[in-house]
Structures are given as C-alpha cells and as structure tokens.
C-alpha cells in the first residue's frame, strides 16, 4: 500500500482562544500530506492542474483525539488503501504529535475532475503507473 | 426539534484558486451556524465559555455537493436532532444556495468540557430548559 | 467624501491561543468592508470581476489599537478620501467595537486590473460616475 | 545585523479565486519567519510564552510586488536592523521566489509584552545577549 509522511509545524495563525488548532485548521494539513504524498510519486498536484486535472474534496469523515499544539512539530500520514478505479480516490490520513501519539485521523474522498470538459475523469495513466508498484502482491 | 438559520456572506479570502470556497473553509460558517443558533435561545456560546463550559468539535462528517462560490449569500441551516443527555451534543448543518439548492452538509459531533476541572461534562441546565420546548410531543 | 459602514461579528476560528483575533485575520475585515462599500454603489466586486477587472492589494499600512474579541460585533468603517483618477485607489478603513472603541486603522492601496490584458487599467466609469456625487462642492 | 531565512511552501488552501496567494495569508508566512528565526537563536516563542511573555503584532508597513503563487517554495527573509532597547521590536521582512524575485516585503513591529502583569515588558536578557553578538563591530 502506498503512504507517505511530511511533517508540518503548527502556526500560531492555526490556534484558537481555546489554545490548540482550530478543527478547522487540520484540512490544510491534510492537504500539504496528500500534496507531499503526490509529489513523492514524482509528480506534483500542481502539474495536475497544469494538464486540465482538478481534485476537489468531495466527502470527509474524521475523528479529533487529542488537540495539536502551538509550535507542535506534526506528522501527517497519508495512505491510498486502494487504488482508484474510477474518477474517486479516498486518501486515509493521520496526524501524530512525536513518534506515536495519534491526535487525528481522517477518510476523505476526492474526484479526479477535468477542468476544461467541467466532467468527471480518471487518475492520469503516469500517476497510476506509478502507484501500481505498491500494490504488487 | 429545535433548528435554526443564519446566513453567511463568501469572503474573497475564503476562495482558493479552483475559484470556490476552499474545503476547509466551510467550518468556520458552520460554525457561524452554530453560534447564531446557541443565541437565539438567550445564551451566547462565549456566556458559555465565561462559565468555564468549552465546545471541542470531536467527530465530522461531511459531503460536498456544489461548490459554493465568491459572494454567494448562503444560508447555514443548523438543527439538533436529539436532546443531548451527557457530554455529547450532535448537530446537522446544511448549507444552502438560494432557497433550495444544497451546497454541503454535515454531522458534527461536539463535547461539553468542563475548563477548569479539564474534564467532561453536559450542558448547562438554563440551555437545556429552552430547548426542551422545541422537543415537546 | 464616499464612507460606508459594514458589520462583523468575530469567530472563533478568528482568534489566536492569545485570546484575540489573529493579526492577520483583520485583512478579511477590511475585505467585507470595503466590498459592502462598493456594493452600496450599485455595483458589486463580483460584478467588476465578471467585467474582466480584479483590485489587487499592492500596500497596507496598518495599526493594532486594541484587540478584538470573540463574539465582539464590529463596526468596519470604510472611506475614500480621494477618487481615483488612474489606476490606484486608496481606501481609509477603521474597526471599532460599539460606539466609539477604536481598535485597529489601515490604509490599503489597490490597483484596478484588466485580467484579460493582464495590465493596468481604471475604475469602470459607472462605478466613477456614482462616486463623483460624494465629492461634489 | 541578525538576519534568519526559512522555506515555505503555498498551500492550495491559501490562494484565492485570482489564482495566486491571497493577501491576508503573507502574514502567517512572516510569523513563520520570525519563530524560525528566534528559535535559531536557542529560545523558541512558544517558549517566550512560557515565561508569561507575549509578543502582539502592533503596526505593519507592506508592499505586494508580485504575486505568489500555489506550490511556490518561498524564502522568508526575516532580519533586525536595531536591537531592541524598550518594549518595542521591529523586524524587516521579504519574502522571494527562488533566489532573487522578491514578491513582498514588510516592516512590521511587535511590543513585548508581560501576559500576567498586563503590560509592556523588555525582551527577556537571555535572548538578548544572544543577538548582540550579531551587532558587535
């Protein structure tokens, strides 16, 4: 399976009165995760875009543990369960404060969504080629 | 069963480059939704918070079904299903375009906690008196 | 001189582990207020948007007087001193809580923008010709 | 002259509907800049924080020169042309794409201030000693 890890300092901007992250705030973590994931296959969201291809979220589901901190130094994981087979993809993500103290973890579901034709797509073949060596039996 | 409605104006600020609301910014009018909500029953949710009673969000779910766009007036649609009866409280959230076209909507799980005793706890008795009006067969 | 007023209530996703609203979250304010601003002229920023014109932000200067809180109902006071006669515009804005606490003062430079020249240009003379009355002798 | 550089890299989440990163988000980029640069000197702010002292942002100067844009790896450029000898402190700022566009630059002052006592303080000696030795002649 594939699955990736970045790490992400918390900003004082992403607290809140109540002296953690705003639940708000963890979905640009999620996004850095899934972002870095990409980029570590070698290609960049960015260079989705570039070719038409857009990636909006479409469904979330997630469970807050333990509030993340100001200047927490935070690990997101981001893992693909499944490769995508059609124009959905479900990312599972978790974020860790040091090496095992789980604080969040998320399901969200995007599409693969072509800008130009405003229509549902496919996964571009480079990137799928790439993923495939991880789920070799 | 008690509901309410508030609407919320889209800031440039809340757009991202795909040119609507970013994902993550549906929390806060959520949020929003909540807050106009706990008012309109004669308590504010900082009276809340001046009692030492803070509101952690600890479980969403959430789907995504039209993009809400730059200066869009949306009405956040907020309901409670159930009375809460310990230290959890469930909300339903819809966020609509006009009168009828559903945009988001989201279950939203929060805990009354206790701040200085750092623990659980329920909601406050004058809060659950108003809304026990709304529950009446 | 054109001055308009708008309102803002402050959410939690606003403040900071400071307990007040993050510095940089004031920007969105000053958004709404000068977007209500234009808007009470007959003509919204969406609309110049749809006309191919965008008002980037190219300066701020700005003072911090007071915090604002959560939940506090702010008064954004949006003024031009001048009209535009090229294409910048300078917009004068305060932030007061009730009455007369004033909490924060900015001034910010924008310029008008041909998104499809991809260069300079002017206030459309609709958007002029509504704000001359306010400079009349 | 004490001067610190460190790396950010845009969210999607911090651009807007003009495509590029929306005013407002510069300024968590440049608190980024400033934690990184007095963590550099041995003491964290969230440390600062610990021993009761804050640091509100109180006056910013900022000129947007070129739009930053999604993915970008910006360079924060944090320096401190003064050593600060009251409750005041002014960083200059800037921030690059690659190694030589500059996009945006700023002056902006913060006050040290005593969280308990509820007024304006000094920067803590330890800290100091460590930034004089970048202005000794």
Redesign the interface.
Known sequence: MFSHETQI?V??????????V???????FL??GR?EAIRSLGM???DL?KIGI?M?????????LR?AR??DLLRVLTSLPKLPTDHRIEFHQEIYRDSDELLFKAQIKLYFWDKDKNEKTVMPAALLDRLKSFYHE
């Open positions: 300092r900003r004082y901007a992403e607290t809140d009165q109540m002296g953690v705003y639940h708000g705030n963890y979905f640009p996004e850095s972002v960049s969201y960015a875009e857009q909006p979220v479409v469904e979330i589901q997630c469970k807050y509030p100001y200047d």
